[in-house]
């Protein structure tokens, strides 16, 4: 079984500061992905990220980077110089087994970051 | 190219009752999944097809859930009879599995008030 933790249910961060939110994971897959989803009050799932588990590097795309520990088996976001556009849930999220083929995503239960002015 | 559509945004219903959301997925996506989020929880996998068959209904409740996917792109997920704690939003999502990250796509969903 998979499980996804999400430690911090809310956070604050003034603007144009960075951010880390963490989330630790558990898997028996060999092979599995990590991702990353921001939820704005829209409620629509945005993907933000993405970090295998045999990438030798950590994944960034522009303002996201994702500080994967394999041994700790962590994956937490950072996010540089925060906007207010940035005040959204975030959710961790992982597939496992994907030589199997079973593809869904499993979720932590979010972070609600708050990007004060 | 077109997002993940789901109809409706928004439903009331009394317990007992019966409703349906149906999802259309971006195109040429084999994939669809749908989710249940709950107020202050992540998405929780109710059910994954993949083209018209399932993958994983392993947490879809069957006394009272069904989904069908009978062409293999669109997708209704029926809830009948409704109960109080079914309140929640109602995700669907689809994949491209052939290359790269094989991130979901997700629609606005479909949030449901049981009363």
Redesign the interface.
Known sequence: AQKITQTQPGMFVQEKEAVTLDCTYDTSDPSYGLFWYKQPSSGEMIFLIYQGSYDQQNATEGRYSLNFQKARKSANLVISASQLGDSAMYFCAMRGGVDTGRRALTFGSGTRLQVQP | EAGVAQSPRYKIIEKRQSVAFWCNPISGHA?L?W?QQIL??????LI?FQNNGV??DSQLPKDRFSAERLKGVDSTLKIQPAKLEDSA?Y?C?S?L?IVG?????????S?LTVL
């Open positions: 994939t999944y989710y202050g929880q992540g998405p929780k996998l994954q993958v994983d939003v995700l999502a994949s599995d990250t094989g991130e979901l796509f997700f629609g606005e969903g949030r």
